[in-house]
């Protein structure tokens, strides 16, 4: 048994990150700020309370979107279950899987990001 939720919302910008993060931190009333490790240089996420989704900003080379980051304890457990609902692996990134809904909308697969995860995790699937 695993648990999964949504974990954050990426918005891909195709274009001046910098921009994008002053824009979307007065729209929704958040600071913008960056992230610790150097290899996620090309991140911004706002500073929303420890009890909401994260909102992560992420410079992209395909055209801008919205896509969903789903949590889980038990990242290949969650693919499995997302795979027999239909949904397919596009590209491994790290310790995250790429993934494409039936619909054609991409998302992620990923270990905790919240630091509530542990008391509050999601849905138990089995």
Not at 55 to 63: A, F, N, S, Y
């Amino acid at each position: 048994m695993h648990r999964s939720r949504l974990g954050q919302i990426v918005i891909d910008c195709n274009g001046d990150l910098e921009r994008a993060a002053a824009f979307w931190a007065a729209a929704l009333g958040h600071r913008a700020s960056t992230l610790d490790d150097p290899q996620d240089a090309h991140y911004r996420q706002l500073d929303v309370e420890d009890d909401q989704p994260r909102i992560l900003l992420q410079r992209v080379e395909h055209p801008s979107r919205v896509h969903l980051d789903i949590e889980t304890d038990d990242v290949e457990a969650e693919v499995r279950r997302l795979e027999s609902l239909g949904a397919r692996r596009i590209a491994q990134v790290r310790t995250w899987w790429v993934m494409e809904a039936p619909t054609g909308h991409r998302f992620c697969v990923l270990r905790p990001q919240r630091p509530d995860f542990a008391e509050r995790g999601g849905m138990r699937v089995d």
